[in-house]
């Protein structure tokens, strides 16, 4: 690992601050290196100060870093909030006369120069220029990414304000964080939400409801342009309660279905989560958390919700809930919901948050798998039939898994319902009845368990601790875990990308080969720490707990939790 | 359609209850529809009249409580050739699931809504439904109903319902006819059902309904859109029973561009059609 450069475009909502990351992040793929960006943005449409994190290496990158190298300040008022995270020796560029006062800043005519291009709002543009000359990536890339994105006047301008930028910073931005120059290679740019939601079509996902919240509605958006290619249809629900049912209707005539929203809208969908568990509907829940409670903070991220996705829904009846690590994850676990909801017949809940969902990064299309989809719906002679020529929709198995026929299909008629059934599916107050039913839906849980996903290890076998998380937390542990290994502190970084059916064994086997062991988690209390004892009767060491509204960061991971060894140890002697 | 539509359900309504005519109506109705039974799909809430698909031999999706709009909706946009109808209660379409009504009228899907309006939550024991008159008295307000009755048809024709319908559970010929109707109707299509409740509403009884009632006269027009908001709203002095309001407009099947043949569970999910989709993200230099 030689190169590391951490870019952050800071600005008001309407400033272009996402366009002038987004094109960064294209600029350095096509000048042959990798990135992870990441977005902090306030609840607004426009204004506030928001940031675009571009981190560029020359290994795919996994994690963001919270120190900036190159600090573009769109807005010159917010460099009082954004300096302190600049590394010495850094380059913070913004306009004049606020730029010109501050110590350390360059003053950049971003405005002005904007003007001569053709418009004030081209200052992003302006900025890109001055990024590209200081990161040495040549202007003609930058011309030609700009010829994807724009036509005719708009695009000339575009290359002006950038050319301007590029030429301004000539002899006055230091090249101290230039990228030499790396083949090409052609990579795929994912978001977490937009590789969930393709994902969940390339697991054959037909039916896609929601309504709109953040930081949900970017996999409602990837489902609605992914999906109808494919033969998805989608609709925007009235409300989250209306989305599950309609899912669930949907998956009752045969389509495999998905939701998505955050936790406000999950608990609108828990009565309906319930009833996929009643009724056998396979169907897909992808939870984007966000730090509650109630409308809490609506565009950062948190792990709050993790007890709530696994007791959500009156009653007991068996789930699933899987939590991606990282942009991959988000769809490889999305494919792996849509099979197993339909394999054994229940609601799959994909847990992400802000964080991970609007993190994007470059990925090699070679890698992404296309497995065939394996619908196991039934048709025609394989539908069973009693005696009487009827089918049963809830009859009895030793996997608890019936078979599962469509309405429609010829000759049978299929019986769902909300309340306790019989084998046919009418409704019924028979308490042996009920027996067999609970018993039924119970015996699913174990065929769910067996084919649980084990817990993801990085480092030695054998480390002085083990850090455990869940979910979007992945990369920055496992950056965690590099860098104290390179300081001497020997860690195994331990993420669950499954956290139901719980992986006991596996997790109680990594509990015993390890003397401490903490948990890392975006939530107060400690969740997976309570579930961990929950589910193996052991007690981790603690909790590094961050619950700000931001994600971990790897170095201050790290130094965290070198203080939490050391004082463990003095404790212990 | 071959064979009774009768199921083995044991019957868990009381006796007199105003649906056991509703359901006889249901079953002439789908018979005159000319489908197999297969080819059809009652949805439902909770409540007692949400348990009327049970006693059919269709196919059966019994969900949540104020929840069937919603389900039916996807049941129909997932395979459109199916027939969908809901058959549930008052507090069950215009209480619990008062949204879903305002929003799949506004949608138009094809599925016909039968709505068994007895003006009372009967199986949570006489507490007053959104169709209650004021000054009700019922176990949950004793003093009498304050709020104003919610007017289903009114709201109907406002959202531009195409196909507006009001029965009288007792002429089961009558409410079949309007059933078959709204069923070959395309588009969302509203009956509600005037339907006595003999253990919980002692106003609005078969004898009252009875005195209330009368059909909406031939000369009626149905496109008549004025005409048919005034109509939907006389409750005090006498209730028009009969189709209040027509028209054609196009359904959300027709309108929504993933819908169709073929039904969803039959789309596949091609390798080749994903890759397409991921290559969209490959960065190419032009």
């Known amino acids: 690992m030689n190169i590391d450069v951490n870019i952050r475009i800071t600005g008001g909502a309407g400033q272009g601050v996402h366009t002038a990351g987004g094109l960064i992040s294209r600029m350095v793929v096509a000048a042959g290196h990798h990135f992870h960006a990441t977005q902090d943005y306030m609840s607004r449409i426009r204004g506030g100060r928001n940031s675009y994190t571009v981190r560029v290496m020359d290994i795919p990158v996994r994690a963001g870093r919270a120190e900036a190298d190159i600090l573009l300040a769109l807005d010159p008022g917010h460099l009082p909030h954004f300096l302190p995270g600049l590394r010495p020796g850094g380059i913070a560029v913004s306009d004049p006369p606020a730029a010109g006062a501050m110590d350390g800043v360059t003053a950049a005519p971003l405005k002005e120069l904007a003007v001569s291009a053709g418009s004030p709002i081209l200052g992003n543009m302006v900025g890109v220029g001055i990024v590209a000359r200081a990161t040495d990536v040549s202007l003609d890339t930058l011309d030609r990414l700009l010829a994807l994105e724009f036509r005719d006047e708009f695009l000339e301008k575009n290359r002006k304000a950038v050319r301007l930028g590029a030429e301004w910073a000539s002899g006055r931005v230091t090249d101290a964080f230039r990228l030499p120059p790396a083949p090409f290679r052609p990579r795929a740019i994912l978001a977490g939400n937009e590789a969930l939601a393709l994902g969940a079509v390339a697991g054959g996902c037909k039916f896609a409801a929601g309504y709109p919240m953040t930081p949900a509605s970017s996999i409602l958006l990837g489902l609605s342009v992914d999906g109808p290619p494919l033969g998805l249809v989608f609709e ?44 056998e509907t396979p169907v897909v829940i992808a939870l984007g958390m966000r730090p509650g409670p109630a409308t809490g903070m609506p565009t950062r991220t948190g792990q709050e919700d993790l007890e709530f996705a696994l007791s959500a829904g009156h009653g007991e009846f068996p789930r699933l809930v899987l939590a991606p690590g990282s942009v991959e994850e988000a769809y490889e676990l999305a494919f792996h919901a849509m099979e197993m909801a339909e394999a ?73 319902d909300s309340d306790e059934h019989g084998e046919d599916g009418h409704l019924t107050e028979d308490h042996d009845v009920r027996i067999r039913m609970v018993e039924k839906r119970g015996r699913k849980e174990e065929g769910l368990a067996a084919e649980t996903l084990p817990p993801l290890l990085s480092g030695p076998p054998d480390g002085d601790a083990a850090l455990i998380g869940f979910g979007s937390t992945k990369g920055v542990i496992a950056e965690a875990r590099e860098i104290l290994a390179r300081e001497g502190v020997s860690v195994t970084a331990v993420h669950l990308r499954q956290v139901w059916p719980f992986p006991s064994g596996a997790v109680e086997g990594i509990l015993s080969r390890y003397g401490t062991a903490w948990t890392v988690e975006n939530n107060r209390r400690g969740q997976l720490a309570r579930l961990i004892r929950a589910e193996t009767g052991r007690q981790v060491t603690g909790t590094v707990s961050r619950c700000d509204g931001l994600p971990f960061e790897p170095s201050s991971l790290a130094r965290e939790v070198k203080e939490r060894i050391w004082a463990e140890r003095s404790i212990r002697r | 359609m071959g064979g009774t539509l009768d199921t083995a359900v044991e019957n868990a309504w009381c006796p007199g209850c105003g649906n056991f005519p509703i359901l006889t109506a249901v079953k002439r109705a789908l018979e005159r529809t000319g489908k197999e039974q297969h080819e059809i799909v009652l949805v439902s809430g909770i409540g007692q009249a949400a348990k009327l698909p049970h006693h059919v031999d269709v196919n059966v999706f019994n969900g949540l409580h104020g929840r069937a709009l919603p389900a039916a909706l996807a049941i129909k946009m997932a395979n459109p050739s199916l027939t969908v109808v809901v058959t549930s209660g008052d507090g069950d379409i215009y209480g619990e699931g008062g949204n879903h009504f305002v929003h799949n009228i506004r949608r138009n899907p094809d599925i016909a809504v039968f709505v068994h309006d007895n003006q009372v939550y009967g199986l949570t024991k006489g507490q007053p439904s959104p169709t209650s008159d004021p000054g009700w008295t019922g176990s949950l307000q004793r003093g009498g109903v304050i709020s104003g009755p919610f007017p289903p048809l009114a709201v109907a024709i406002a959202l531009g319902c195409g196909f507006v319908a009001r029965a009288l559970a007792s002429d089961v010929d009558h409410t079949a006819d309007l059933m078959a109707q709204a069923i070959a109707h395309k588009g969302f299509a509203l009956v509600d059902i005037l339907q006595p409740c003999v253990t919980f509403n002692k106003k609005n009884t078969y004898q009252w309904y009875g005195r209330m009632a009368y059909k909406v006269p031939p000369d009626h027009d149905p496109a008549d859109r004025q005409r048919a908001f005034a109509l939907s709203l006389s409750w005090e002095e ?49």
Do not use: W
């Open chain 1, 236 to 279: 925007q629900a009235e409300d989250e309660i209306a989305a599950l049912n309609m899912a669930i209707g949907a998956s009752y005539a045969g389509a495999r279905a998905m939701v998505a929203t955050s936790g406000g809208g999950f608990a609108l969908m828990v009565e309906a989560l319930s009833l996929a568990g009643m009724m």
């Open chain 1, 344 to 416: 054994h017949q229940v609601p799959c809940i994909l847990l992400t948050d802000q964080y991970l969902g609007d993190t994007v990064v470059d990925v090699d299309p070679e890698e992404i798998a296309v497995p065939p989809v394996r619908r196991r719906i039934v048709r025609g002679a394989e539908v069973p039939r009693t005696a009487e020529g009827r089918y049963l929709r809830y009859a009895l198995t030793e996997s608890g898994v019936s078979p599962m026929a469509l309405p429609g299909e010829p000759g049978i008629t299929v019986v769902a």
């Open chain 2, 238 to 286: 006498k209730i028009p029973v009969g189709v209040l309001y027509r028209e054609e407009r196009p359904s959300f099947e027709d309108a929504h561009p993933g819908v169709g043949e073929p039904p969803l569970h039959a789309r596949p999910t091609p390798e080749e059609a994903v890759r397409t989709q991921i290559r969209k993200r490959i960065l190419a230099l032009p």
